[in-house]
């Protein structure tokens, strides 16, 4: 579908309550396929995200943007890059709508979470109950903000000068995804495959302005975070500590660690993940 200018390509499966699944970086809809296959209890609603799979991206900002990605605060969304999380957010919210849906519950992993948080803070009234697997809120302190910039622009001209194969083993040495190795052959082949499959410029597109050195950090507005929030992350993830922070900033929200998972539980220890999502997704409200 077309959200202002920008083709995205949804998936729709199941026949329960919608459900919005986000995916990671390097990710795209693909990587939900066990959730897609669970039929009556969730209607699934699986996007690629800007600059992943089918779905588009832009290279800059639209005429008449502010400051650029690294000191991004101002709350003027439309006026950022459409690979933002600010930008990706808003068209979220707009393909919730237009697919029927006045609310739906979200479920987000890693640079997914991040979104899921925005969508969460930004448009409040789309957002039932929430789920962020491996999130963070993005990085306050503006010398450590401007340092993760840089390095995702270096891994953004990394991608376009050595291409996708280059970068994607790459990626995969990176600690954060080291758990990935224990997986079963087959599965490990489906992410490998999905990696691949991208536009080296799409991901360069989304490292430069969705990644943690570009997004408003959310931190001091989790406080008003209203959804029923549970946090997922692996206890040998080691980027969990980011996880508990978010987890002790949104009032309410649970944490549950999942023992033997490192920073995909969805994809490292699958069955405890969908029994995890589905007890929470299901249960009475409070």
């Not at 697997?133 to 376009?160: C, N």
Request: no cysteine; aromatic share 4%; hydrophobic share 50%.
């Amino acid at each position: 579908m077309q959200v202002a200018g920008l083709t995205w390509t949804v998936r729709v499966a199941g026949r329960g309550g919608p459900v919005l699944f986000l995916h990671g970086f390097s990710g795209s809809g693909l990587s939900w396929a066990g959730i897609a296959g669970m039929g009556s209890r969730v209607r699934a609603i699986i996007p690629d995200l800007p600059g992943h799979g089918a779905t588009g991206w832009e290279g800059g900002p639209e005429p008449g943007a502010g400051a650029g990605p690294a000191g991004a605060v101002d709350d003027s969304s439309d006026r950022r890059p459409r690979a933002s999380v600010e930008r990706t957010a808003d068209d979220l919210a707009a393909i919730v709508r237009r697919l029927g849906a006045e609310r739906v519950d979200v479920v987000g992993y890693s640079m997914g979470a991040r979104i899921a948080l925005r969508l969460a803070v930004a448009h409040p009234e789309a957002v039932g109950r929430l789920v962020l697997e491996a999130p963070s809120a993005g990085i306050a302190d503006p010398a450590a903000r401007a340092e993760r910039a840089a390095a995702d622009a270096e891994r953004a001209r990394f991608v376009v000068n050595e291409g996708i194969e280059a970068f994607a083993a790459r990626w995969e040495a990176e600690p954060v995804l080291a758990g990935e190795v224990a997986l079963p052959a087959d599965a490990r082949a489906r992410q490998a495959a999905i990696r691949r499959a991208h536009a080296p410029l799409g991901l360069a597109a989304s490292l430069v302005y969705a990644g943690q050195g570009a997004m408003e950090p959310l931190g001091d507005r989790l406080a008003g975070v209203a959804a029923p929030t549970l946090v997922v992350a692996g206890a040998d993830d080691p980027a969990r500590a980011r996880a508990e922070e978010v987890a002790a900033a949104i009032p309410g929200a649970r944490l549950v660690l999942v023992p033997g998972a490192g920073h995909a539980p969805h994809l490292e220890r699958p069955d405890r993940f969908h029994a995890l999502l589905f007890a929470f997704l299901t249960e009475a409200a409070a």
